[in-house]
């Protein structure tokens, strides 16, 4: 009798945990809630977006955290449309501002466009990582200046043109060195050999000169940096952002050091021996005459070298990968490069932009891998003044999340979306706003061009000379900071049999291992 007694008193203060817990959670969502909304005045507060802005501190960073860290990066949003029903826009807590996050074409295209009312919006823990006085941060007009300056000798016709002939013969010894390098012994992480590959060609355009030890070591650095990038800021031993913090001081250091050799350099040399882009950053000056100060130069060149090989890598991996996986698809875009390199005249060497231009069906591969993968599932922005949006009011102040994962991923925008399908790239392009893997507008990717040319040049010669074994194809995938798979793809990179073809002119580049 006493121990069923006793049962029944368990049960009932369980029940009543319960009970007080999921008070406690209401009372708590409540009042951040409040806090968040009590200025908005007027009937204005009625036409926030719904959504949920979670625990005072926290608000939607756990809900987020572990939808990407399970696995499953969808669930978060997915999570809000359940709840809240697919309105495209939802208010929450993240990165410790009050947040509207956007999931429609439409809205990401009027607030991309729109840099007037929409102001860059990084989290500040990123603007610490990446510099206070980095494109992420600078006042609009220092950005229009210092985009132009920057952006034009990366992408366009002549500036690609330029850079081809080091990117082509880049690929070409890197894949030769791990074909021989591993064939026979050990595999390599595929990964990790193409960041150190896409740095090396970002370091020729901005530092050309540099030594080994040098880029080993920032490349390094960059690695921590970005684990911190996409974490709570907590600034504790152990955690990533601690070591992302450390790793910033690594390398304002190290720039700082190349930076007082160039200077003591030209100094020398006189002014207008400029070759590269830390050369144009020296002696780029405004209307008023003034130069750029170390810190700008060293902010800048922190965003450029890691924006500038991050991406390149992952995209080029996941589209080795998809291509390996995918025979069909496969034997399309390796007959494509290879109807190309017949049409070689003997005496060009390397690729030129013309060869370039005609992969089209590699375009679409790499199209459909930017889709796919979302390697920048979502961008940042901050409303200068109260404005309505698709009918919901974003208050002055307030960050936007724009989540170009969830428009790639719409099923309404592209059907069977969890299909790597190239083909659905044929026909006209995109309608505005449903394709962002660059972004848009006035702080698009500054070297969306140069990526794309990157990630071609590498898959021509992929595709045309070597396979990819990996050693776990099963292997699972982490989402932050950017997919991929655990083991870096572990991987051995074969070389194919020779081809000869009698079709060619130039019969020793079929095979780019040759
Ligand atoms: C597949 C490769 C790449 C992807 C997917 C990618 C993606 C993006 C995205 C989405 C943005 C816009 C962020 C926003 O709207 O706030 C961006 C900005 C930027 N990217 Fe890339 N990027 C890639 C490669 C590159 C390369 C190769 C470079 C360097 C040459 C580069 C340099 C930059 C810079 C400097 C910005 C800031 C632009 C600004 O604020 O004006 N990116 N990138």
């Known amino acids: 009798m006493g121990g069923l007694q006793e049962g029944v008193w368990v049960w009932w203060w369980a029940a009543a945990a319960m009970a007080m817990a999921v008070v406690v959670d209401w009372a708590a969502r409540r009042a951040h809630g409040w806090w968040w909304t009590k200025g908005i005045g007027g009937g204005k507060k009625g036409r926030l977006p719904p959504g949920d802005m979670g625990w005072p501190l926290v608000g939607g960073m756990w809900a987020f955290l572990r939808a990407f860290k399970s696995g499953d990066p969808d669930a978060f949003i997915e999570s809000f449309h359940r709840r809240f029903g697919r309105t495209g826009m939802y208010r929450a807590f993240m990165f410790s501002s009050p947040t509207i996050l956007v999931t429609l074409p439409e809205v990401c295209k009027r607030v991309l466009m729109d ?62 060195r791990w074909s021989s390098e ?10 990790t050999e193409l960041r150190r590959m896409t740095f090396r060609i970002i370091i020729q355009i901005f530092m050309s000169g540099a030594g080994e030890r040098t880029m080993d070591a920032l490349e390094q650095s960059y690695t921590d940096l970005n684990h911190g990038v996409r ?7 152990g955690f990533a952002y601690r070591r992302a913090l450390r790793a910033r001081r690594k390398l304002v250091a190290l720039l700082q050091g190349v930076l007082d050799e160039r200077r003591a ?22 209307e008023q005459g003034r130069r750029l100060e170390d810190e700008d130069i060293i902010d800048l060149l922190v965003t450029y070298l890691n924006a500038g090989h991050e991406s390149s890598a992952h995209i080029t991996m996941w589209a080795t990968m998809f291509l390996q996986d995918n025979p069909d698809i496969l034997a399309r875009a390796k007959a494509e490069q290879e109807d190309i390199t017949r049409n070689i005249p003997p005496t060009q060497k390397g690729l030129t932009l013309k060869d370039f231009r005609k992969m089209d069906y590699l375009s679409q ?48 925008v592209y059907p069977d979306p969890k299909k790597f399908n190239p083909s659905r790239w ?89």
Not at 145 to 168: E, Q
Request: glycine residues 6%.
């Open 115 to 176: 840099e007037v009312t929409f102001t860059n919006g990084w989290p500040k823990a990123t603007v610490t990582l990446i510099g206070a006085k980095s494109f992420l941060n600078m006042p609009d007009d220092d950005h229009r200046r210092l985009r132009k300056l920057t952006a034009a000798p990366i992408n366009g016709f002549d500036a690609l043109s330029a850079y081809l002939t080091f990117i082509d013969s880049t690929v070409v010894s890197t894949l030769r």
């Open 265 to 286: 350099a030209k100094k020398g040399a006189g002014v207008g021996a400029g070759v590269d882009m830390m050369d144009r950053l020296i002696e780029v000056e405004d």
């Open 182 to 191: 591993t064939t026979a012994s050990r595999p390599i992480e595929f990964l």
């Open 426 to 514: 044929e026909g006209p392009p995109p309608r505005a706003g449903t394709f962002l893997p660059f972004g848009l507008g006035s702080r698009i990717c500054a070297g969306n061009d140069l990526a794309k040319l990157e990630i071609s040049v590498f898959l021509h010669h992929f595709l045309l000379g070597y396979r990819l074994e990996r050693e776990n194809p099963n292997c699972r995938v982490r989402y932050l900071p950017h997919p991929r798979p655990v083991d870096n793809c572990l991987a051995k990179i074969i070389s194919l049999p020779p081809v000869m073809d009698t079709e060619i002119k130039n019969p020793r580049i079929l095979c780019a291992n040759q």
């Open 231 to 237: 974490a709570m800021a907590i600034d504790l031993p």
């Open 365 to 412: 591969v790499v199209d459909e891998t930017l889709r796919f993968v979302n390697i920048s599932f979502v961008s940042f922005r901050q409303a200068t003044r109260d404005v309505f949006v698709n009918g919901y009011l974003v208050p002055k102040g307030w960050k936007l999340q724009l989540w170009y994962r969830s428009v790639h991923m719409d099923p309404q």
